[in-house]
């Protein structure tokens, strides 16, 4: 059986006061699950030295694709790892909508981390349109191809990937279980076409407006394993709540 993994990514919130708050309270209460906070740079020696030796990971939202060099205003991956980071995010929808990141950049992004030992959070998703198109397969095909493409499938064994549906992000609006349930089967049969022992182990996370009041409905479904959590994992009781959720 698949473990379950719940990581949070915290986006552009938080402050030092903040976060020491934060990371005191999920700490004792997360004793012995494995979880993840995906906190924004700055904050990565302070949520290092806070979890460190306690069974949550860390990690980044992004991270360039170059190694090093006049990059100004870049992260790269390998001083990710000298902060103790164990995940990265790529390909989340805001980078891809804000920032233009194109799949063959996420891509790129995505081989950074895996060159340095990072594990990254690949995410995939469609816009309400596409859905609404019918369309929805096809887009998170296209974003699973430019990695299986660049990084080749058995690269998968080393990342997580979150399906998250654009339009389920920070809008309040989660898709319902059998919703995100048929699109993780679609993504993992997809895989299972190129390599069926990497489909099998590969943690396919949902994420889009998870709570504490429906985090146990979507765990549930057989080919979701664990969330990616962004407003409810600000809150230390929600934040608790989901990753107890996750590891029943
Ligand atoms: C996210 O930031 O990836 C996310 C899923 O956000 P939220 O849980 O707030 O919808």
């Known amino acids: 059986m698949r473990k379950k993994l719940v990581a949070g990514n915290w986006k552009m ?3 030092l006061a903040e976060n ?40 980044a939202q992004n991270l360039s694709e170059q190694a090093k ?10 001083m990710l790892i000298e902060f103790g980071c164990r995940y990265v995010i790529v390909g989340h929808s805001e980078r891809r909508s804000l920032y233009g990141e194109s799949d063959e950049l996420v891509a790129k992004k995505y081989m950074a981390a895996q060159t340095a030992g990072l594990t990254p959070i690949l995410c995939v998703g469609e816009l309400l349109a596409e859905r ?19 990084a080749g499938v058995a690269s998968l064994a080393r990342a997580v990937v979150a399906y998250e549906p654009v339009w389920a992000i920070g809008t309040g609006k989660t898709a319902t279980p059998e919703q995100a349930q048929a699109v993780h089967a679609f993504i993992r049969s997809k895989i ?16 889009g407006s998870v709570k504490a009041s429906n985090a146990a409905e979507l765990f ?18 929600e934040f608790v709540a989901i990753c107890q959720a996750a590891a029943k």
């Not at 990371?23 to 995906?38: H, M, N, R, S, T």
């Not at 904050?43 to 806070?50: C, F, N, P, S, W």
């Not at 060099?69 to 390998?78: H, K, L, P, R, Y």
């Open 13 to 15: 919130h938080g402050s």
């Open 20 to 59: 020491a708050a934060l990371l005191d309270a999920i700490k004792p209460a997360l004793q012995g699950i494995e979880a993840a906070v995906c906190v924004p740079f700055p904050y990565l020696a302070q949520t290092q030295a806070a979890l460190a030796g306690s069974s949550i990971a860390w990690g």
């Open 69 to 78: 060099g006049a990059f100004t205003g870049e992260v790269s991956a390998a």
């Open 132 to 150: 609404e198109a019918g369309v929805t397969e096809a887009v998170v095909a296209r974003q699973l191809d430019a990695v299986i493409a660049a």
């Open 192 to 207: 299972a076409s190129l390599d069926a022992k990497v489909a099998e182990g590969l943690l396919i996370q949902y994420g």
């Open 220 to 237: 549930v479904q057989p080919d979701i394993d664990g969330g990616l959590i962004g407003g409810a994992s600000l809150v230390a009781g």
